[in-house]
């Protein structure tokens, strides 16, 4: 009877290891999915407080990085469904609260989020996880709950799409 | 400009290298998580989320009234200015302390029609926007409206002004909740700056007479227990045991008590169940393909059931165990296999 209790890891250590050695990591990965700093940084936290005031002891803190990485996107997809008419009108707003960049950096990142704006959210969420998160088809899959062929066919609509945007960019 | 996939690799990295540092500190996470637990821990039940799907008919008639004598109960919310509330269930007013951070907690029946006067004191110097509502409690404050309460019972078009409102919300209680389910009236509030979030009042459903036979009392919080996790691999759990003692000794468990509030009620009878195998936690019921080998898991599960209602109060998943013996918390039940070694 003496192994029956459960020591739980202690959750705000785990917090803290994940704002300081990932949070900024979470963050960039919020940036591209909502494309807005501020936006970026609401996503990130709640995802985080979302994962600790569940009943949850994550074990490992590369595990918990990616357990907040689902809830992130998961929140992200959800929002965008509720919130399908501000983010009719969202490509219309520039990103505030970033730092001056180069003009043609601004006008490189500009593209960018604008063709990522076009994409649905759960295209946008495949490309960042494939792109960005360089994590293969089956675990791009995994983390959204979808099947492959599923992430396949939102990654081929979302490169059609993103190949179309950043042309019209370019060429003016 | 082509979008080949290495291109559109390497604009995605220097895309995300320009957002902003953090702007949030483990400080304020930390205190928002420790904040919402409180909140929850007399409420939380596995598989309440349906809750808030509820049949649901309501009629909000808000009244604005004098300042009465009556217990007032102080909220803590996340930022920002705070609300104080009275609630009334049926005729029964309900108040704890306000120090201790604990809800008045009501138990309901399926199908029970409820009438909750809510009187809602608006602070001198604001003009508050409220929403009250039924949730599972997990809010998320927006000036724009609450999300994830449903149904809003009452809601203002135009703000409260400072001083005392009181509500009249009716409700009806789904009438296929099972005992244990548990739901939060709750509230939502925001001002010119911000938005913040409470709860007001927590309901629960009781167990019924029968279960409260041992035999029925370990199928509960056996059912429980198996529907609060996933097993990895499969296989059943390697035991799972289950000892009735207070809140105040499972406090005294290093780590299991975290989360709960050590100054509400020490005496309280609970359930503390663990259980063996390898298990992950499930939100929907199915585990993505990879979520075992990615996702959080433990070897042990750690649950804490209030034993009148049998509400999760916490509930925990870790890789090593206590040096405490069960049988020096109180009177130990067997609720599976025979332990192994």
Known sequence: MSSLVVRVETWEQTLAGLVVGGGAALKRHAFLLCGDDAQADDLVQEALVRAFTRPLRVPRPGAAEAYVRVIMVNLFIDGARRQSRWYRVAPLLRPAGIAP???????????????????????????????????????????????????????????????????????? | MSADELELRSRLTQTAALAGPPRFTTDDLAGRVRRIRRRRRRARTIGATSVAAAVACAIAIPLTVGSSGQHVMSMAPAVGPRLSYTVTVNGQARATPARTGALPLFTVTPAERLTMAVKVTVPRGRAMTVWLGITNGMLAPRRSGPVGMKPILASTRTPLRPGAHRFVLHWRVPAGLKPGASFQLSVEWAWSEGAAEGNVAEFAVPAPAAAASPAA????????????????DGARPAWIHAVRTTFGKVMAIPDVAEGINAADRPADPVYLVLMKGLFVFHQSGRVPPGFCEHGPSGHYFSAVFDAATFVTLEAGLGNHPLPVALRTLGSALNLGRSARG
Request: glycine share 6%; net charge positive; with cysteine.
């Open chain 1, 101 to 172: 960049d180069p003009a043609d950096q601004v006008s490189d990142r500009d593209a960018i989020l604008s063709a990522l704006r076009s994409l649905s959210p759960r295209q946008r969420a495949c490309v960042v996880l494939r792109y960005y998160e360089d994590l293969p088809v089956a675990k791009v899959a995994a983390e959204l709950g979808v099947g492959e062929g599923t992430v396949k066919r939102h990654l081929s609509e979302a490169m059609s799409r993103l190949a179309g945007q950043l042309s019209r960019a370019e060429n003016g």
């Open chain 2, 217 to 232: 009392v370990a199928h509960r919080l056996r059912e429980l227990a198996l529907r609060a996790v996933t097993s990895c």
